[in-house]
Structures are given as structure tokens and as C-alpha cells.
């Protein structure tokens, strides 16, 4: 059964900083597709990155390079998503979601996603 967990939103003052966590069990870990998701009030859910551990395939959006950072810790099975920089429109409840193919796009349908932790940011 494969368990996604995210955790560590919060609200942060603009030009702050925050780190998100995802724990992940279940499923083949390095080889596996993890990524964050973000649905701000009134918009679509959109992709921000993603990560294949095992070949350091790394995907951002645009609107994110530059200042978020995903890396993953393989030992603790957990994805870690660095928010620097934070704007007020990164607002938006940030999912993780995962797939088993190896393969970062946002053309995946990632099968698996976990709660989502809400990141406010004030202007």
C-alpha cells in the first residue's frame, strides 16, 4: 500500500523561507517518480517539481526555478521540497504525489498523492 505524507507548511513573511517533507512508503523509492503539487484558492492544481532519485532527474516549473530546490534523502525515504524566496502568489495548498515509472513529467498521472500542507505567504 503506498503512503504518501507531506508535511511543514506554514505561513512565512515574502522573501522568507521554507522547507516541505513528503515521506514515502510502499513503493520502489529511488526508481520512482516523486513530485509537488500546488492548488492555490480559485486556480488549477499545477506541478512544481519533481525527482527521480536514482538518475537525479530533477523538473521544475518555471514559475519556481531558480528558488525551489527538490533533493531526496534515499535512506529516509523522503522527498524534500526548499521554498526560498517565497512569493504571496506561492500561497496554495502543496501536494506530493508519486508514480512508479521513472520518469519526470507533467504528462504522468501520478497514481498515488498525499495530504496536502498549506503554505501562506505574506505580503
Known amino acids: 500500500d503506498v503512503q504518501l505524507q507531506a508535511f511543514g507548511g506554514g505561513l512565512v513573511q515574502a522573501g522568507g523561507s521554507l522547507r516541505l517533507s513528503c515521506a514515502v512508503s510502499?513503493?520502489?523509492?529511488?526508481?520512482?517518480?516523486i513530485a509537488w503539487f500546488r492548488q492555490a484558492p480559485g486556480k488549477e492544481r499545477e506541478g512544481v517539481a519533481c525527482?527521480?532519485?536514482?538518475?537525479?532527474?530533477?523538473v521544475y516549473s518555471d514559475s519556481v526555478k531558480g528558488r525551489f530546490t527538490i533533493a531526496s534523502d534515499n535512506a529516509k525515504n523522503t522527498v524534500y521540497l526548499q521554498m526560498n524566496s517565497l512569493k504571496s502568489e506561492d500561497t496554495a495548498v502543496y501536494y506530493c504525489?508519486?508514480?512508479?515509472?521513472?520518469?519526470?513529467?507533467?504528462?504522468?498521472?501520478?497514481?498515488?498523492w498525499g495530504q496536502g500542507t498549506l503554505v501562506t505567504v505574506s505580503s
Open positions: 525527482i527521480v532519485s536514482d538518475n537525479d532527474d530533477t
Open positions: 510502499g513503493l520502489t523509492f529511488g526508481n520512482s517518480a
Open positions: 504525489a508519486a508514480d512508479s515509472s521513472p520518469l519526470c513529467s507533467w504528462h504522468v498521472k501520478f497514481d498515488h
